[in-house]
């Protein structure tokens, strides 16, 4: 069974820093693109960052460009997304995905979803 288990939310006040976690199960996902997606509260789930699990690149939404780094641990099957310098636009649920091979930075593409975790930053 293909589990992500996203973890490390919590709240925060603005101008700080929280890491997320992403632990995966169930499936090899060295050949996968994992992304971070979140959804704020009366709007549409949005791309935050993504990056191939067996390289380096990586891409990142302009909103959090310079404040975000998403990384990976293959050793331990885990992705992560350091979030820095946090405002209020940041509060959202966060979520991880994987998928093969996403042909776009929507929600659609990927086939793997974690359970979310909320990202609260308080001004």
């Known amino acids: 069974q293909v589990q992500l288990v996203e973890s490390g939310g919590g709240l925060v006040q603005a101008g700080g820093s929280l890491k997320l976690s992403c632990a995966t199960s169930?499936?090899?996902?060295?050949?996968?693109?994992m992304a971070w997606f979140r959804q704020a509260p009366g709007k549409e789930r949005e791309f935050v960052a993504k990056?191939?699990?067996?390289?380096?690149?990586?891409s990142y939404a302009d909103s959090v460009k310079g404040r975000f780094t998403i990384s990976r641990d293959n050793t331990k099957n885990t992705m992560y997304l350091q979030m820095n310098s946090l405002n209020s636009e940041d509060t959202a649920v966060y979520y991880c995905?994987?998928?093969?091979?996403?042909?776009?930075?929507?929600?659609?593409?990927?086939?793997?979803w974690g359970q979310g975790t909320q990202v609260t930053v308080s001004s």
């Open positions: 169930g499936r090899t996902f060295s050949s996968y693109v």
């Open positions: 990056i191939r699990w067996s390289a380096t690149s990586t």
């Open positions: 995905a994987a998928d093969r091979s996403p042909q776009g930075p929507l929600p659609r593409e990927y086939e793997y």
